[in-house]
């Protein structure tokens, strides 16, 4: 069955650094897009990147753009988002998930990690 | 940017039908998901590409698209159906979230 495992959150101070794991296994991970969408604490979800399955396309929110860097190694079933410049504001819980996509104009997300815990605060 | 926008609640009587609305810009000229999220879990997705249901996931939900609105409708809502909902589309090369919906089974 489709696992995805996430690690790598904790307590980092404004303008720090972290670096979230999300592991794969079920599936054929080199097929698939993937994601990350994030949820402040109380609140709703929201997309943070998105990478193609060679890691040739990249996306991002405009909220992260140029401070975190999504990446992926097809080779060891991983998925991952380094985050720089971390703000207050930045405090959430950070899940990967699988991207279907049947179409060029459909994307959703199908299988979902159980999140990992990111708080800056000082 | 694209924005969806959904009814902050909706209450239920078990049994009975729940309609979730996702209101945006020419919604049904793009595709729309939903997702259940209940306290303390990852969200599940439970409707793709308007109105396809993943494997697992009862008859029950239901879904259309069209106009400006999206609905996740619920029938014969359970108790176990108490849970936020978000609708999602795929606009310009970015997954965008609703504002969510909790469902309330009185």
């Known amino acids: 069955q489709v696992q995805l495992v996430e690690s790598g959150g904790g307590l980092v101070k404004p303008g720090g650094s972290l670096r979230l794991s999300c592991a794969a296994s079920?599936?054929?991970?080199?097929?698939?897009?993937m994601s990350w969408i994030r949820q402040a604490p109380g609140k709703g979800l929201e997309w943070v990147s998105y990478?193609?399955?060679?890691?040739?396309?990249?996306y991002y929110a405009d909220s992260v753009k140029g401070r975190f860097t999504i990446s992926r190694d097809n080779a060891k079933n991983s998925l991952y988002l380094q985050m720089n410049s971390l703000r207050a504001e930045d405090t959430a819980v950070y899940y990967c998930?699988?991207?279907?996509?049947?179409?060029?104009?459909?994307?959703?997300?199908?299988?979902w990690g159980q999140g990992t815990l990111v708080t800056v605060s000082s | 940017s694209y924005e969806l926008t959904q009814p902050p609640s909706v209450s239920v009587s078990p049994g009975q039908t729940a309609s979730i609305t996702c209101s945006g810009d020419?919604?049904?000229?793009?595709?729309a998901c939903w997702y259940q999220q209940k306290p303390g879990q990852s969200p599940v997705l439970v409707i793709y590409?308007?109105?396809k249901r993943p494997s697992g996931i009862p008859e029950r939900f239901s879904g259309s698209n069209s106009g400006n609105t999206a609905t996740l409708t619920i029938s014969g809502t359970q108790a176990m159906d108490e849970a936020d909902y978000y609708c999602?589309?795929?606009?310009?090369?970015?997954?965008?979230f609703g504002t969510g919906t909790k469902v309330t089974v009185l």
């Open positions: 998930a699988r991207v279907g996509r049947i179409s060029p104009d459909l994307r959703f997300l199908d299988y």
């Open positions: 079920g599936f054929t991970f080199s097929d698939y897009y």
């Open positions: 990478i193609s399955s060679s890691g040739s396309t990249i």
């Open positions: 020419k919604l049904g000229d793009k595709y």
């Open positions: 590409q308007d109105s």
């Open positions: 999602q589309a795929w606009d310009s090369s970015s997954f965008v």
